[in-house]
Antibody, heavy 119, light 109 residues
């Protein structure tokens, strides 16, 4: 059973860069049939996909974030990371790191989520 | 850009009743690429259905999914107390590559 755990600052100042890391256990980020992704949820609202990365390092980002987002992977540490630049209060959200399968595209494993407040 | 619209926004039902959730896409979605999730307050979503109609591991058979093209449905045959939550549909494939619907909340009547 793969487990994912987000880590990073819970408070970021406006205009700065939000940085989060997801540590994967019980599975490998090198898995050939999975993608690794970040999804966020503003307080009281729905789910927004930010982007994903494959073990190859290939990425795909939501156009809504594309100019501000970078997702990277560290296979030696079994981690992947999110950087979101030029944040505003609108970026305040719970950020989830997740694993998905690209055969069907479903997200089958979720981290518990971490609240990041921009203030 | 593909948009998923879920209706209704809120369902008020009693335990034991049947719940039906609609997810409509602005353009055709490959049936293999439509999933449903359940989310309870303070928790991460949980995968219920993938490939439009396949139940995820450990999901009770009172949950079922159907549909194709632009219209998809999640049905809970008989609501249990633990089913009162928010339900999201999600597509994978069209740009943006992954999109969620706005969600339907099931509340106790």
């Amino acid at each position: 059973q793969v487990q994912l755990q987000e880590s990073g600052p819970g408070l970021v100042k406006p205009s700065e860069t939000l940085s989060l890391t997801c540590t994967v256990s019980g599975g490998s980020v090198i898995s050939g049939s999975s993608y690794w992704s970040w999804i966020r949820q503003p307080p009281g609202k729905g789910l927004d996909w930010i982007g994903f990365i494959y073990s190859s390092g290939n990425t795909n980002y939501n156009p809504s974030f594309k100019s501000r987002v970078t997702i990277s992977i560290d296979t030696s540490k079994n981690q992947f990371s999110l950087k979101l630049s030029s944040v505003t209060a609108a970026d305040t959200a719970v950020y989830f790191c997740v694993r998905g399968g690209y055969t069907y595209g479903q997200v089958d494993s979720w981290g518990q989520g971490t609240l990041v407040t921009v203030s | 850009e593909i948009v998923l619209t879920q209706s209704p926004g809120t369902l008020s039902l009693s335990p034991g009743e049947r719940a039906t959730f609609s997810c409509r896409a602005s353009q055709s979605v490959g049936s293999s690429y439509l999933a449903w999730y359940q989310q309870k307050p303070g928790l991460a979503p949980r995968l219920l259905i993938y490939g439009a109609s396949s139940r995820a591991t450990g999901i009770p058979d009172r949950f079922s999914g159907s549909g194709s093209g632009t219209d998809f449905t999640l049905t809970i045959s008989r609501l249990e107390p633990e089913d009162f939550a928010v339900y999201y549909c999600q597509q994978y494939g069209s740009s943006p590559r992954l999109t969620f619907g706005g969600g339907t909340k099931v509340e106790i009547k």
